[in-house]
């Protein structure tokens, strides 16, 4: 690994001298050359060590939990396989997981269109463009709780703004959920697209142009096309925030009315910090992230993402 | 629990406290989802040896607490035991889950809040709470400082582990009384009554009674009263003492009938699981006379104090839940919270020190800061105290009614702890929601474990 390191940075100044040598005025070039390339592997330690003590070790330690009965209280007592069977058997798991999915796949469906169209539009270089890209990415800087607040007091049946029941119907409490999620994060994935619109080259578009391509069909055959690693970017994260999405549910509907709104994080809350049954709560986790895991795996299989084929291929 | 930390937080002049800034409420959910490890590193029992900490829901009541606190610090009986009691306010909705976390931790409170009954359960089974009967019986101050049957209320099988420390809190039909006046109507005081005037209001466009729907813990007081008059207090007392074949009881699906009837028939309005008490909806609907009735623990009238203070003072009426008419209930009973207690952690640093700390709850000092804040101590020197009170009517009626009680059950979801309460909770949404019928919330109720 050194060696290539070695070689990278003997590439540089090369590189960096070449440059000198046509005249340009870097002083500082020489210099620079030796401090770029790849950091040295201890550089990652500190998000190493973060990403252990914060994700990899309460992980492993749901995990351990989830064999255990704890209610917080004295030590955990083991108790083999109890919680995942009762996790297979709990009639509210099936309904749980079938909100869970259906949230995802709205989430996924309502963010994408509304983030990919966003995104291309904003990819113009226009100045009414960029200012108003800025101000669409505002709800991506307020906290899920503050939004989730807000709307709160936005749908009060008697005090809101449209003095409508939404909350209290199933389908009308799970499409605001779908909402205000959307709400919050197609800022952000209107930005990646943003980012991946700007990258496709230009001569695309002007070829298609003289070919007689209209805005409909350059947008079909030559843009998504082109965003396809981006979508597929966009949608795993849709995925895995959808799946795991929470104060959001806990804020607006508490899992109501009746249960129609419980998806999997939020019945993961209930067991553990209301009925104190960790042990359960674990079980619950770990299939979270076991089910999070498996499917953007699948994800980026399905997509062929992961073989990391240019879309430039044969340009 | 939700039902717990909502109703304490109304429990006591919490209510106050949310319904004035209900944004609060949500700001303390946000630090529930983000910062309860970090919750249970406040200051324990881990400071000098003299001082015990204690725990106490903060909401606007804990004022008497810091009096309290305040006045027990600089008198000769903590000189004698050696040390200082440091109050810990823990605001609201976390208050449950940080004293959970807490209680398994180093840094455990040496006294703190509690509901009484189930929502000990699990520390006692733990061994964590100091049995308090046989201090109580050797010591006259604490023996006849309260009344015996809210001391009783929060007992774990016939032994006391808390000491009452705040207002009582019985669950009270509240109404508009100048609604009822335009109406021509009366308090009801048997079901009938109450249907007929749901039938009169809601052709005059009112909803009958306001609820907070989205707590869930408001509806069960419906189905507790209802248990309650229709089967009296043994039905839920043979639940509570771990039989659930006691769902089956035919009260319990009497009771469950007649709440659909009443849902069915738009008493509760039709927007009703989606208004929440704690953040100040359902109060808010009853007070400016969109609704007629509101059935309420007894911080409804702080909480209106609050928000509407006009309303409270003039047109906030009170009246006993209805007799039912062929039910076996005395309609003298009543249902709620007795009050809130202290109790005391086994691993105390200074058992003495938390047990003279504990005295001062009957003091009339204590009573007397209780009563200027509109709550009706559970002490036995209340009766006398009654007149001094912001609304001494108000009083007067909550204290006679706690004191003629031939029953007096706890709230259920407490009665039950918080992992069957919970669960009862989810069963209670999903009938008042329509999402299962009157049988199905039967058989549900009694595979709870």
Redesign the interface.
């Given at each position: 690994m050194s060696a290539t390191l070695d070689k990278r940075h003997k590439q540089h100044k090369r590189h960096k001298g070449y440059k000198g040598y046509k005249g340009y005025k870097q002083p500082a070039a020489q210099t620079q050359g030796t401090r770029t390339g790849r950091p040295h592997a201890a550089w990652a330690l500190p998000a190493v060590a973060f990403f252990t003590f914060f994700a990899v070790v309460p992980m492993a330690l749901a995990f351990y939990l989830s064999f255990t009965r704890w209610d917080g209280l004295g030590d955990p007592q083991p108790v083999g396989l109890d919680n995942w069977r009762k996790l297979l058997d709990d009639p509210r798991l099936t309904q749980s997981l079938r909100l869970t999915v259906l949230l995802t796949f709205a989430s996924w469906a309502f963010q994408t269109v509304v983030a990919l169209l966003l995104g291309v539009w904003a990819a113009g270089r226009q100045r009414n463009r960029a200012v108003l890209s800025a101000i669409f990415f505002v709800p991506f800087l307020l906290s899920s709780t503050a939004i989730a607040v807000l709307f709160y007091a936005l749908l009060d049946p008697n005090f809101g703004i449209i003095q409508r029941d939404v909350l209290g119907s199933s389908s009308g409490a799970f499409l605001a959920i779908v909402f205000v999620g959307g709400w919050q994060f197609i800022p952000f994935h209107t930005l990646i697209y943003q980012g991946g619109a700007r990258q496709i080259p230009q001569v695309l578009y002007q070829a298609a142009a003289i070919d007689g391509a209209g805005r409909y069909r350059q947008f079909f055959s030559i843009t998504l096309p082109q965003l396809r690693h981006t979508i597929t970017t966009s949608t795993v994260l849709i995925v895995v925030g959808s799946l795991t999405y929470f104060e959001t549910v806990l804020i607006l509907t508490k899992g109501g009315p009746g249960t129609d709104t419980a998806i999997l994080p939020y019945l993961m809350y209930e067991a553990g910090f209301k009925s104190y049954d960790f042990g359960y709560a674990s079980a619950i986790a770990s299939f979270l992230v076991l089910a999070a895991t498996g499917l953007s795996l699948l994800l980026v299989r399905m997509t062929g993402f992961g073989t990391m084929r240019s879309t430039r291929e044969g340009m | 629990?939700?039902s717990h930390r909502g109703r304490s937080g109304g429990g006591s002049p919490g209510s106050r406290t949310f319904s004035r800034r209900w944004?609060l409420g949500?700001g303390a959910?946000?630090l529930?989802?983000t910062g309860?490890t970090a919750c249970g590193s406040g200051s324990g029992s881990g400071g000098d040896s003299g001082t015990i900490t204690a725990f106490v829901y903060g909401d606007d009541a804990v004022k008497v607490q810091e009096a309290g606190v305040a006045r027990f610090n600089k008198s000769a009986t903590a000189k004698k035991a050696g040390g200082t009691v440091k109050l810990e306010k823990v605001p609201g909705s976390d208050y449950s889950?940080k004293l959970?976390?807490a209680?398994?931790s180093p840094s455990a409170p040496d006294v703190f809040f509690n509901w009484g009954g189930g929502s000990i359960k699990?520390?006692e089974e733990?061994g964590?709470l100091v049995d308090l009967t046989d201090i109580i019986s050797d010591d006259p101050v604490l023996k006849d400082g309260f009344l015996p049957a809210v001391l009783a209320a929060g007992d774990l099988k016939g032994r006391h582990y808390g000491i009452p420390m705040r207002g009582m809190q019985p669950v009270i039909l509240f109404y508009n009384k100048s609604v009822f006046a335009e109406h021509k109507l009366q308090p009801p005081t048997t079901w009938d009554q109450l249907l007929d005037n749901n039938a009169k209001l809601k052709k005059a466009g009112i909803t009958p009674f306001a609820l907070g729907g989205?707590d869930?813990w408001p509806e069960l007081m419906w189905l507790e009263y209802l248990v309650d008059r229709i089967g009296g207090p043994e039905v839920f007392k043979r639940i509570q003492d771990g039989d659930a074949e006691g769902w089956g009881d035919p009260a319990v699906l009497r009771a469950a009938e007649m709440v659909k009837e009443l849902v069915d028939d738009g008493a509760f309005g039709?927007?009703?699981?989606?208004?929440s008490f704690v953040?100040g909806?359902a109060p808010?609907?009853f007070a400016k006379g969109?609704a007629a009735m509101h059935l309420m623990g007894s911080w409804e009238y702080p909480t209106q104090l609050g928000k509407f203070p006009d309303f409270a003072r003039n047109n906030l009426g009170w009246a006993a839940f209805p007799k039912v008419e062929d039910g076996t209930g005395d309609v003298r009973n009543v249902v709620g919270n007795p009050t809130n207690y202290w109790s005391v952690n086994a691993r105390t640093r200074n058992k003495d020190l938390a047990v003279a700390f504990l005295k001062d709850c009957a003091s009339q000092a204590y009573a007397k800061d209780l009563i200027d804040l509109g709550d009706v101590p559970t002490t036995s020197n209340a009766a006398e105290l009654l007149s001094s009170a912001p609304n001494p009517e108000y009083a007067r009626f909550q204290y006679d009614m706690v004191e003629q009680a031939p029953a007096f059950t706890l709230s259920w979801d407490q009665a039950l702890g918080?992992?069957l309460g919970?669960?009862m909770h989810?069963e209670i949404?999903?009938l008042f929601?329509g999402?299962?019928s009157p049988s199905q919330f039967v058989t549900a109720c009694k595979g709870l474990k």
């Open positions: - | 629990m939700e944004v949500a959910t946000t529930l989802t309860l889950p959970r976390t209680m398994g699990a520390y733990a964590k989205a869930i039709s927007k009703f699981t989606s208004v953040n909806g808010a609907v969109k918080d992992a919970t669960k989810t949404g999903k929601a999402k299962s």
